[in-house]
């Protein structure tokens, strides 16, 4: 199955033939590779080269490595949850610069909010309305409610995603509506009025989603990104000017 690996790469290129083996479904979830005697044959390269190699690709969730008799190298099924780990940790680190995590979000909100407008069924908008009835029980509770309307605001994001009939949305903003909150505790103002804008902006969204006005919905979501966005930018501003 595999060839002799290049000399002057030895090590990418064991992972990588490999991988596309099991990406290209020449070897199936739960197949056991060959031993390592044979793969170091076929790759021409030493055990310690290719024991490396298949701890990269477990860390990536391609292959379970068991041990004892029975033991050896199995393909495992590809799993979205590493790439969300991944993407989870470099959000809660803040590795990744809020204007491009704005960026990001203004296009994907922005086209999650229209494919929820044109795909939503009457049980979707009774979900949403009654995430709004909890968000605007936090809104008039006041800011001893904030945490907690956060929570219900990053549902309602989740659910747009989810409303969108597409895995991809619904992961990727599942990951950063589940690990935002490092940006929003540091960088957002604990404000009545944030909370309030924040909770109109949503209103509005959930009621074009429900009018099936794609359009509109698009440009609310997307307003609602840059709002925010601007928010954090100026006290980000603050927050440098004083370390300076």
Avoid at 49 to 63: D, S, Y
Wanted: with cysteine; hydrophobic share 40%; aromatic share 6%.
């Amino acid at each position: 199955m595999f060839k002799k690996a290049t000399q002057n790469r030895v090590f990418q290129n064991v992972i990588d033939q490999i991988q596309e083996a099991i990406l290209q479904g020449k070897l199936s979830e739960g197949q056991k590779l060959p031993g390592e005697r044979e793969l170091t044959e076929q790759f021409g390269t030493s055990r310690g080269t290719l024991r490396e190699a298949l701890r990269v690709l477990e860390q990536k969730g391609l292959i379970t490595i068991k041990t004892g008799a029975r033991g050896g190298a199995f393909v495992s099924m590809v799993q979205h949850h590493t790439v969300s780990e991944s993407l989870a940790l470099l959000i809660r680190s803040q590795k990744i610069q809020l204007k491009d995590l704005a960026e990001f979000r203004e296009g994907i909100e922005g086209t999650v909010a229209a494919l929820a407008a044109s795909r939503s069924t009457q049980r979707d908008i009774k979900g949403l309305r009654a995430l709004l009835e909890e968000a605007r029980a936090h809104v008039e509770a006041g800011l001893s409610h904030w945490d907690e309307f956060i929570r219900v605001d990053n549902s309602l994001h989740i659910a747009f995603a989810r409303i969108s009939r597409n895995a991809m949305y619904e992961m990727i903003l599942n990951t950063v509506h589940d690990n935002i909150n490092r940006y929003y505790d540091r960088l957002l103002a604990r404000e009545q009025r944030v909370m309030k804008r924040n909770f109109g902006d949503l209103c509005r969204m959930v009621e074009a989603v429900a009018g099936g006005q794609a359009g509109l919905a698009r440009s609310i979501a997307q307003e609602h990104v840059r709002w925010f966005t601007r928010l954090m930018m100026r006290k980000q501003l603050e927050v440098e000017k004083q370390g300076n």
